[in-house]
């Protein structure tokens, strides 16, 4: 059966989808533009996300100091319209343009940056990307909590709510010098007490109990942290915000578009609670655009921003983000002329658009900064094992998955860090050798497979994630004589078996959050947020601090790499291909570019179904 009437045969069969799809929307006003977000975003809150799907509502509806340039994707002015840096690159001085404005029309101050880096920080959030803040100066000690302050520091001490309030909101603040901390034995169970002279008295306090104060005149607290006002972060006054690094970052500006350092509307988040201030009715942003409705496994409404600084260049005034987990259905509704822009295209029609001309017309493959990987947990024996580990990637056909499952020119990788930063060399584990995997695996203890236990590979319900699972699957019983079954969640279920570290081995990728090696290695230090192996190596780790204080450039690379080549030597990681873009772009789209990490602003795109010529994204190389 040739591929083409395959792809017919597809297209005809989930016709009635896109027929679905327009019954379920019933009499809704049709938007202006209609893009494909995927699958169903996990929250709306910057401080309990990390997927692309939601990145690109809330860079829609929020804005940093820096904004992302649509062509390029460096940084430009957002709600800083200028910026100073100090001589030795460690102090940023943030002027904010006066017309800033929230959707409810208050102006937008360095408070709100404030505020939201602080709640990203805050240890009772349990944010996934508070590493990310990491760069201003003593915010990792806030973070730590308790676990982040010594006898003699400045400390904060939050006392519990009252009864009845919004978690989101904060307690009472006491500020004092740590005098001292100790474990006890408390209301039967083991808690930590600490000595804080807040003025003149000294007093105990009880860190996370619910009692006010137990026979012994201990007090109770919800946490103590470092005082606040020694992270390097400080409103000279409405309009100016500082921030002050531990060390030269030459990131940070890009840092100041990602999510994790949005300001944040604190009346809105304090009287509402989580989740409730991200409902429809409820939410305040600063972007582009507002937050107009969400439908469940339908789509997120937009509404263009009549609040937002720039609005005069916002040329679309209603965004649809159809939230559809079938990239073939997505195809058929893009073909249907119900989507303008489709995120991601299933592998056999990528193949198939291509042997017909496609990427004359609205198919534009482009290599971006993404890599396409498997976690282990090394939790799980025998993963711990490092042979075993080096076993299933020699193991690997790399070429086959990219050619059987892939389509659009995909590159294998064995390497974490993906070609196209500027200086750096991506450093590589071993290529297939099927001898020599069988050779380590029987030194592990497990020849031709006999005795291994089975394990599952996890990924999120995709057709192309089922396929190179599928092949890796048979690969391995085949080079390795293993078993192995698979095991596919939803989005929200897949990340929370990730976080939780519920499988043997996981489908992962990782976009970077700016153009540089560090934000795909600092993923993997002892404990990180994202590093999701169970994995440590204190040489690594040594590695990645040194190349963060290191002010030559080329030094910093060259310390990068010395890290990849530990990581692709132990292999938490199994390192699988790296990504080209897959977009399709109806020609009428303008505004819209290829970019090196594959995120395009909403705000920069119109639509001008009038207009001649190639569009900028067939325009671009």
């Keep these: 059966m040739s591929q083409r009437f395959l792809l017919i045969l597809i297209i005809l069969a989930l016709g009635i989808s ?44 929020f804005e ?74 003593n915010a990792r000690r806030y973070s730590a909590g308790l676990a982040g302050v010594a006898p003699g520091d400045r400390v904060e001490v939050e006392l519990n709510l009252p009864d009845g309030q919004p978690w989101t909101r904060r307690g009472k603040l006491l500020h004092g010098v740590l005098i001292s901390k100790k474990a006890m034995e408390s209301f039967g169970k083991s808690s930590r007490v600490v000595v804080v002279r807040v003025g003149k008295e000294e007093r105990k306090f009880l860190v996370g109990a619910d009692t006010q104060k137990d026979p012994g005149g201990v007090e109770s607290c919800r946490q103590v942290l470092l005082d606040f006002r020694e992270v390097g972060l400080d409103a000279i006054d409405d309009k100016t915000l500082v921030t002050t690094l531990q060390r030269p970052t030459p990131f940070w500006l890009q840092l100041t578009m990602h999510y994790a350092l949005f300001p944040l509307y604190r009346p809105c988040v304090e009287e509402h609670g989580s989740p409730d201030w991200t409902y429809p009715e409820n939410i305040v942003g600063n ?31 209603v965004v649809d983000a159809l939230s559809v987990d079938s990239r073939t259905t997505a195809f058929n509704m893009y073909e249907t002329g119900q989507i303008d822009w489709l995120t991601d295209t299933e592998s056999l029609i990528v193949r198939d658009l291509l042997e017909h001309g496609r990427d004359k017309v609205d198919l534009n493959p482009a290599p971006f900064l993404c890599s396409y990987f498997y976690g282990l947990n090394l939790k799980q024996k025998p993963l711990d094992d490092i042979r075993v580990r080096q076993a299933l990637s020699l193991a690997l056909d790399r070429d086959e998955i990219t050619r059987v499952a892939m389509g659009a020119g995909e590159v294998v990788a064995y390497g974490l860090v993906p070609p196209g930063i500027p200086g750096y060399h991506s450093q590589e584990c071993h290529p297939e050798d099927p001898a020599k995997a069988r050779r380590l695996l029987s030194e592990a203890g497990y020849p031709d497979g006999i005795g291994f236990p089975k394990f599952e590979i996890l990924y999120n319900s995709d057709e192309t994630h089922q396929t190179i699972a599928e092949l890796i699957r048979k690969q391995w019983q085949r080079n390795l004589g293993i078993t192995v079954s698979m095991r596919n969640e939803e989005w929200g279920s897949y990340l929370n078996s990730q976080r939780q570290m519920n499988f043997g081995i996981c489908r992962r990728s990782w976009v970077g959050d700016y153009l540089d090696a560090n934000t795909y290695l600092d993923m993997f230090v002892t404990d990180g947020e994202n590093n999701r192996s169970g994995w440590s190596n204190l040489e690594y780790d040594r590695l990645i601090a040194e190349a963060a204080a290191e002010l030559n450039d080329e030094k910093r690379l060259r310390l990068l790499e010395n890290a990849e080549r530990i990581l692709m030597e132990e292999l938490p990681i199994i390192p699988i291909y790296y990504y080209v873009s897959r977009n399709l772009v109806q020609p009428y789209v303008r505004g819209f570019y290829n ?24 325009s671009s190389e």
Excluded at 40 to 53: L, N, R
Excluded at 79 to 107: C, M, Q
């Design 595 to 618: 970019t090196a990490v594959d995120l395009h602003p909403l705000g920069a795109i119109y639509v001008d179904r009038d207009a001649s010529g190639k569009n900028e994204y067939m």
């Design 64 to 137: 940093g100091l820096a904004k992302p340039n649509p062509e390029t994707y460096l940084p430009e002015p957002g709600v800083a319209e200028s910026w100073d840096i100090s001589a030795d690159k460690t102090v940023y001085t943030f002027h904010l343009r006066p017309d800033a404005r929230w959707s409810n029309g208050v102006a937008v101050t360095a408070e709100d940056f404030l505020y939201g880096i602080r709640r990203m920080l805050d240890p009772m959030t349990g944010a996934r990307y508070a590493y990310q803040c990491w760069y201003i100066k």
């Design 18 to 61: 896109s027929v679905a799809w327009a019954v379920l929307r019933g009499n809704l006003p049709p938007a202006d533009f209609t893009f494909h977000n995927e699958t169903e975003i996990k929250s709306m809150d910057p401080a309990t996300v990390t997927g692309i799907p939601e990145h690109r509502i809330l860079a829609a509806i």
């Design 287 to 317: 972007g582009a655009f507002r937050l107009k409705f969400r439908r469940v496994r339908d789509r997120i409404r937009l509404m263009k921003s009549d609040t937002y600084w720039d609005r005069k260049n916002v040329r679309l005034n």
